[in-house]
């Protein structure tokens, strides 16, 4: 083989267009038009097993060499052997150069730029990633590649901009880090050895549209491919299969743009299900249309009516099954592309599923229902590999979001990998599709700079022809947070006209009007109105004020930023009471911290400024649901039990207990679920009985007789529980998917049932734990209360006023102490840290073995916000196995109460959720008692009688001072707080405040104790 030419390629490049990286209107070059990200096959027996023999990855090691501009790239590196001398390593691809100790790190910001200037300028320090690999005649035999064959590279997507060389020539430029870029390089290929260079340079013109409130990153994150097809190939596959008015029939078209030599060329069609069944009368076979040049005229006046090179065809189906995040029920759709002499020489399979999206009035109808949305904004992101993460990453992400129990996921803010959008298909959810624009530094200044008006069109355009097969979509969403101008405009224009099946959503329509800056309740570029983090009161208004002529979802709402998600009960309120409101998407799905080891050798999740990357925004790219490994925050829980798909409510008749059952489904029955009814006495489970609703219909009722009421004294619960009877591919089974409990019977206290130690030593031990209970105002702020790292650290929330009335700190002193046969008093007085005064009056008496605590608190009444108000005891470290009488398992809030009663038990250790930012946790509500043990059973119990508690190996203090979960150590003690009155959790982080608030003011509770 010839020695490769060493030429400056990049130097050749830049003298054709100069900084090109810095150019906006330069979107791509020598790309091929957008298609739908269908695969290749030669027969329709390999289409239906799923592996083409026309696609081979790329992924493997790469050499890789890290520049620090674009401009230094040396002469021949698109060609020139690459040498560890030289400065190559090898790294792996897909992935972010940023997560493979490459020296150039991860930055997060969540508004300002990366860098300073004015766009479209970035820096002259420009991180620059060459990578190379050899293209071999196995990877082409891999591909499926024969004689004549046009041969394509495929690049998932590179952050930010690239360009491509193929054995030194130059191939092309893409932009935009989340759509795939295809290039024809068949012209270049050679049989046996290629050479093939890809440089991504990380800050670009298009930075300033991706600047979307996550991690900024370096490097090929999705997949990278060659593809074969013929000379002559169907280019680009549509499909749209959608279900009439009356949803009993379907309607099948499919529309195939060919390129290459189409004379006599046709495409034939058929529907088929997914196990490989024909459906009847669903064949058809469409001419790929030519221009008539026969004569002049013939070509004048065809020119009129020539789409191009395009085979359409439409079929009616009978009583399709309909797609639903109920039942995703998909046909396969085989296309195959016939040459002249009736042989197929093509077939690319397309899954889909019959759908109705329409607005009616101020409702969304999906398949004819006004569904209520229960979705979660998500992010591509992994902790390992930024914004890099396997198939098998992408798929269990997805599957975590279905059994959590939401519907709906909103693709902030750009659109996913195809494997997400797949998954979503295949499991149930609904998708709205977000194209990558975001220009939250200068919001209006680029939407309105003609430089980047293609960019913004553009990015549309090619979201809605890679991904408008996908059934899980619902609609399209312009972009987030990018202003509103004409750009937005033409693009909604356009996708109405390309996809008129779908709706189009911008949430930057409407911003203006959220924010009492314009009168428009309606503007026309969005069908949907979208806002993010309105109150209750503001969408209620909105409805009830007005004329809601189309629905409102909320694009975001909740931000689940650490110990979150308060007062999502009543927005489910409002969802449920208002026609026209119909949910929303929580923000957002996962904590995005990325795995950090301290100087010390400790991993915990890093956040904004753990790389040293400045400017930052902190801890703000943390606010999942779940957390950054994907366990679910107890935010999960509240959200799940809001919007579960079975309600039951039970009550006593003529003895018996009924249970009534609701399917809040919109089109399935209940035959996937078993129901089965626990009754308790004071949390002991006395009755467990089953219940077969799998012929309720969706949106009916049934009553269900149980069994007789117990006969019993104490606390009387039933909990119905439903789980599914099948595994499936996202869930085993026996999942739990609905609960609901109702209290039967109520009793004003109940005595724990244990064995307590009556001695007058262990009655003395007792009055001295009660004694040196200190009072408690303080918690360690959560999010919501005001952010503790970061630039806006003591800026917002209400911690910084706790700080200022220093209720972390209170000094006690006893003024009296009275010791009577019966009872002790004490009066201590109480001083917080800034020199606020206040009085604490505490009785000690023995009642029935039990020591039992009154305490009385005359707090300022000028206190008018406070965190809590309770008492914290410290207890030996070994007392570390927790049993109690509540809420639970899960922890739970003032503002976030969904739990089920009952006796739950845990270790200490286990009480801790971790949180990005350590703050408070571990609260549990209406507890009636609990116990705290060692290992041989010895250790308290306390009666509480509807108090709160939590009990963590973390002090308050510890809490507070800590900004990372590496910095925790578990103290020598265990940590009890006893709480009369709590502080809701909210969203105040980037959303409403809770209502529920504590005043100052006069606060009695009772507390009871005695030794095990």
């Known amino acids: 083989m010839a020695k490769p030419r060493e030429v400056d390629e990049h130097r050749a490049l830049t003298n054709v267009v100069r900084r090109w990286w810095e150019d906006p209107t330069l979107t791509g070059l020598n790309r091929l038009a957008a298609r739908a990200s269908t695969r290749s096959h030669r027969s329709l027996d390999e289409a239906r097993s799923g592996a083409s023999a026309r696609w081979c990855d790329l992924d493997s090691d790469w050499w890789f060499r890290l520049l620090d501009s674009p401009l230094e790239a040396p002469s021949g590196w698109t060609v020139r052997r690459p ?40 820096p002259e320090h420009n991180p620059t990633g060459l990578h190379r690999r050899r293209i071999t005649s196995t990877d082409l035999r891999k591909a499926g590649h024969r004689r004549g064959d046009r041969v394509i590279l ?83 596959v549509s499909v749209s299969a959608r279900l009439d008015s009356g949803l009993r029939r379907g309607s099948l078209e499919v529309s195939c743009r060919v390129d290459g030599e189409v004379l006599g060329w046709s495409v034939r069609t058929h529907l088929e299900t997914v196990g490989g069944r024909r459906v009847a009368g669903t064949a058809s076979e469409a001419p790929v249309s030519t221009l008539d040049v026969s004569s002049h005229i013939a070509a004048q006046a065809d020119g009129y009516r020539h789409p191009g090179p395009i085979a359409r065809t439409r079929v009616r189906v009978d009583r399709p099954a309909a797609w639903s995040h109920e039942a995703p029920d998909r046909y396969r759709v ?123 069109i553009e990015r549309v355009q090619r979201t809605v022809l890679t991904h408008r097969n996908h059934p899980s979509i619902m609609g399209w969403s312009l972009g987030n947070e990018s202003g509103h101008g004409a750009v937005h405009e033409a693009a909604s224009a356009w996708v109405r006209r390309t996809d008129p099946r779908r709706f189009v959503q911008y949430e930057g329509a409407i911003t203006r009007f959220w924010r009492g800056q314009s009168t428009d309740r309606h503007n026309a570029t969005t069908d949907i109105e979208c806002p993010m983090y309105a109150s209750v009161d503001a969408i209620t208004r909105w409805v009830t004020d007005g004329d809601p002529v189309r629905p409102l979802i909320l694009c975001e709402y909740t931000h689940a930023m650490g110990n979150s998600n308060g007062g999502l009960r009543d927005y489910w309120r409002a969802f449920e009471t208002h026609r026209g409101l119909q949910g929303g998407f929580v923000w957002d799905w996962r904590d995005q911290g990325l795995m950090t080891i301290d100087d010390q050798g400790r991993p915990y999740p890093g956040y904004g400024g753990a790389f040293g990357d400045d400017p930052n925004d902190a801890a703000f790219c943390c606010n999942g649901i779940v957390g950054w490994d994907g366990t679910p925050h107890p935010g999960v829980e509240e959200h799940r039990w809001l919007t579960r798909p079975v309600r039951s409510t039970a009550r006593v008749k003529d003895g018996r207990v009924v249970v009534e059952v609701e399917n809040r489904r919109s089109w399935n029955d ?181 020591v039992v605590v009154e305490e009385d608190l005359n707090l300022p009444r000028a206190w008018t916000d406070l965190p809590r108000v309770g008492i914290a005891l410290g207890l030996p470290a070994d007392l570390d196995r927790l049993r109690w009488y509540g809420r639970g398992p899960w922890e739970t809030a003032v503002d976030r109460e969904a739990a089920p009663l009952g ?59 800590a900004s990372t979960l590496a910095q925790l150590q578990p103290s020598d003690r265990v940590h009890l707080h006893i709480d009369a009155a709590l502080r809701g959790v909210g969203t105040a982080a980037c959303g409403p405040d809770t209502d529920v608030i504590v005043p100052g003011g006069h606060h009695r509770f009772v507390w009871r104790l005695a030794r095990l």
């Open 83 to 122: 040498t560890k001398a030289a400065g190559w390593r090898p790294i792996e691809v897909p992935g972010n150069w940023t997560m493979q100790d490459t020296g150039d790190l991860p930055q997060y910001t969540n508004v300002v730029m990366p860098f300073p200037g004015d766009p479209p300028t970035v």
């Open 154 to 236: 495929h690049l998932g997507g590179a952050e930010s901009a690239t360009a491509i060389w193929l054995n030194g020539t130059f191939v092309g430029i893409a932009s935009d880090s989340r759509l795939a870029s295809e290039f024809d390089v068949t012209e270049l290929i050679r049989p046996e050895v290629n050479e093939l260079a890809v440089m991504v340079v990380r800050w670009s013109a298009w930075t300033w549209i991706e600047d979307q409130d996550h991690w900024f990153h370096g490097g090929i994150a999705r997949r990278i491919a060659l593809r074969t097809c013929g000379r002559t190939a169907l280019a680009d």
């Open 334 to 456: 085989m296309v195959s592309l016939v040459d002249p002499r009736g042989r197929v020489r093509e077939v690319v399979p397309v899954l889909t599923g019959f759908t109705r999206v329409e607005i009616v009035g101020p409702e969304l109808l999906l398949n004819g229902a006004p569904l209520l949305i229960a979705g979660v904004n998500r992010h591509d992101h992994h902790h390992l590999g930024g914004k890099a993460a396997s198939d098998a990453d992408l798929r269990a992400d997805v599957e975590n979001i279905k059994r959590c129990g939401f519907n709906a996921i909103r693709t902030s803010h750009y659109p996913p990998d195809p494997v997400v959008l797949d998954t979503c298909d295949e499991i149930g959810l609904w998708v709205i599709c977000e194209a990558n624009v975001e220009s939250h530094a200068r919001w209006n200044e680029v939407m309105d700079d003609p430089r980047f008006a293609n960019a913004f």
């Open 670 to 850: 209940l035959a996937d679920l078993r129901g089965a009814v626990t009754v308790a006495v004071d949390g002991q489970v006395v009755s467990e009985r089953s219940i077969d609703a799998s012929r309720l219909r969706p949106g009916r009722s049934r009553s269900f007789t149980i069994g007789a009421m117990p006969k019993a004294s104490g606390e009387i619960t039933a909990t119905v529980e439903w789980r599914t009877v099948r595994r499936s591919s996202w869930a085993e089974a026996g999942h739990r998917v609905a609960w609901d409990q109702t209290v039967l019977a109520e009793v004003d206290a109940i005595d724990p049932p244990v064995r307590r130690r009556g001695s007058v030593e262990a009655i003395d031990e007792a009055r001295e734990l009660a004694r040196s209970g200190e009072v408690s105002l303080w918690r360690a702020p959560i999010d919501n209360d005001g952010v503790e790292v970061g630039p806006l650290s003591g800026v917002a929330g209400v911690s910084p006023l706790w700080r200022r009335l220093g209720l972390n700190r209170i000094k006690s002193t006893v003024r009296s102490h009275r010791l009577g046969d019966a009872s002790e008093q004490l009066v201590v007085d109480c001083v917080t840290a800034s020199g606020e005064r206040f009085s604490h009056r505490r009785r000690i008496s023995v009642v029935d073995g039990w």
């Open 903 to 961: 006796v739950w038990s845990s270790s200490v250790a286990e009480q801790f959720v971790p949180y990005v930012t350590p703050q408070h946790h571990g609260t549990h509500i209406d507890t009636r008692w609990l116990t705290l043990t060692n290992r041989r059973g010895r250790g308290w119990v306390f009666a509480l009688d509807g108090l709160a508690f939590d009990a963590s190996e973390f002090s308050a203090d510890a809490l507070t001072r």
